[in-house]
């Protein structure tokens, strides 16, 4: 391969491959897997591009299906999700620290270092073709570095390296595993702190975090059931929603069936489902007939609260700052007794007096992880503080805007006990708000704890980590 090949994408611009000066790249046939995974690597790290974006987009340009297509996504996921624990094992093989390493190399160092120890992957295949990459990115002279860290990489399996390098368990039970399974500590800590425990649920937690997800759709009510969204898919029912269907994981791109081309289903977490069916579920005194949806976009749940106000009568105010994701909302809820208002929810002038008020608030997103691979080491715990003082500021409007008696329901998907007991604690004692039983609005789902707030968790729910706290404005 020669060493002047074309180099990797260089667009700014979140979510799509960059366009290359002489045309889109034409993969290597001998290797279009790897390739790919190692481009995307490149873009999520250049620009912040999101992996579950990119890397579809780029199976699709490049015709890559199958078992390649099934590889690139093994190795671009895994990667990512992996790549701390993949740093501090790659820096114990380095004789300078890893920030001296061209970040072109890098990439190609994790994708090599995953292979060798997260995958079956013959040892000089993984060696070699990283190699070869890697050499087509950065030139010839850096072959032999990268060849002399991979050996000593497979010189021991991922248990012996982090037997080597995670803290003593006894003494430092959260880094320990914290570096098993891959999260940086202050995530650990937090998922702790949520659950109150640093052992074995700990441990459970942050296991289903780092696995690969089951894909969840919603059957949209009034066009579809979920047992033909799963006959129609191959999926099953969900566990507790009555509009879901999981996908068994591997199933493909769900954007290709049916149902959704046709626009009858969507792809979206159970948790989310359930949260959204609780908002609608809260029980509220007197007049019932408008809802509000203060951080719509991109519509998951807009989509299913205006199918349920179709079934009831109801009409619902969708509020979207961001005027791209509002669009979605358009999107999402067309034909559906929703209306879409590009304003910031927490100054929208809407006229108040709302039945029902949803802030499903922007977030960490530290309970989707899993759904996003490189999301937990773009996260820095300084996002919390700016975004607890958002959604404060946005449930101080809901309650301005919700009629006395009314209901607001806050979901954010995250387990951080500032961005969910906290923010609920400040806002309840402003508003004098009181506390519903959340739990009581979801049905059949166990393991809810002593508390009258919902946490959702992968480990014990296969949901995301959503979060749910249901409010009532005093009359
Ligand atoms: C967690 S997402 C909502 C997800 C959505 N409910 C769904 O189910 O698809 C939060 C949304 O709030 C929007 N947002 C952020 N700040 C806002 C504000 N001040 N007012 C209204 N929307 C805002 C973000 O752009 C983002 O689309």
């Known amino acids: ?90 820096t114990a093989c380095l004789d300078r620290p890893l920030s001296k390493v061209d970040p072109v190399v890098l990439d190609g160092l994790r994708l090599g270092a995953y292979q060798l120890l997260r995958t079956r992957i013959p040892q000089h295949a993984a060696v070699t073709s990283t190699v070869d990459l890697v050499r087509e990115d950065a030139g010839s002279h850096v072959a032999g570095f990268v060849n002399a860290v991979l050996r000593t990489v497979s010189e021991k399996d991922e248990a012996a390296w982090v037997d080597q390098l995670a803290p003593d368990p006894d003494k430092d039970p959260i880094g320990n595993l914290a570096i098993r399974t891959s999260h940086p500590r202050w995530v650990a800590r937090s998922f702790a702190e949520a659950l109150g425990d640093k052992g074995t649920e700990l441990a459970a937690a942050l296991a289903a975090d780092d696995a690969r997800p089951e894909v969840h759709l919603v059957a949209k009510p ?38 959704i081309r046709e626009r009858l289903a969507a792809v979206q977490d159970e948790g989310s489902q359930l949260c959204a069916i609780a908002a609608v579920a809260a029980p509220v005194e007197g007049t019932d007939e ?34 791209h994701r509002a669009r979605l909302v358009e999107k999402a809820t067309a034909g559906l007794p929703v209306t879409v208002h590009v304003v910031d929810g ?106 009258r707030f919902v946490q959702l968790w992968p480990h014990r729910h296969g949901t995301d980590a959503m979060f749910c706290a249901v409010l009532r404005k005093p009359e």
């Open 1 to 90: 391969m020669s060493a002047d090949r074309e180099r990797r994408p260089s667009r700014p611009g979140r979510g799509r491959p960059a366009p290359r000066k002489d045309g889109p790249r034409r993969p290597p046939p001998e290797d279009p897997a790897r390739r790919t995974a190692l481009d995307v690597l490149h873009a999520v790290r250049e620009r912040d591009a999101y992996a579950n974006l990119v890397l579809p987009e780029m199976l699709r340009e490049r015709r890559i299906t199958g078992r390649d297509a099934a590889l690139a996504t093994e190795l671009t996921y895994g990667s990512c999700r992996a790549q701390g624990l993949l740093d501090e094992i790659i």
């Open 222 to 259: 009034g066009e579809i059931s979920a047992d033909e969204l799963a006959a129609i898919t191959g999926g099953d029912p969900a566990p507790y929603s009555p509009y879901g269907v999981h996908l068994p994981a591997g199933s493909g791109d769900p954007g290709d069936s049916e149902p």
């Open 290 to 323: 408008r809802w509000l949806d203060l951080c719509a976009g991109p519509g998951g749940k807009a989509a299913l609260l205006g199918a349920l106000a179709a079934t009831s009568g109801a009409r619902v105010d969708a509020v979207e700052k961001a005027p």
């Open 346 to 451: 927490r100054e929208s002038e809407l006229p108040g007096g709302y039945d029902r008020v949803l802030v499903d608030a922007p977030c960490s997103g530290l309970g989707s992880l899993r759904r996003r691979p490189e999301a937990r080491w773009r996260r820095q715990p300084s996002d919390v503080a700016d975004l607890t003082k958002l959604q404060g500021q946005l449930l101080t409007a809901a309650f301005e805007l919700v009629r006395p008696g009314g209901v607001v329901t806050y979901v954010v998907c995250s387990p951080h006990l500032a961005e969910t007991e906290g923010v609920v604690g400040e806002a309840v004692r402003r508003a004098k708000a009181e506390v519903l039983d959340a739990r009581e609005l979801f049905p059949g789902v166990p393991d809810l704890g002593d508390g």
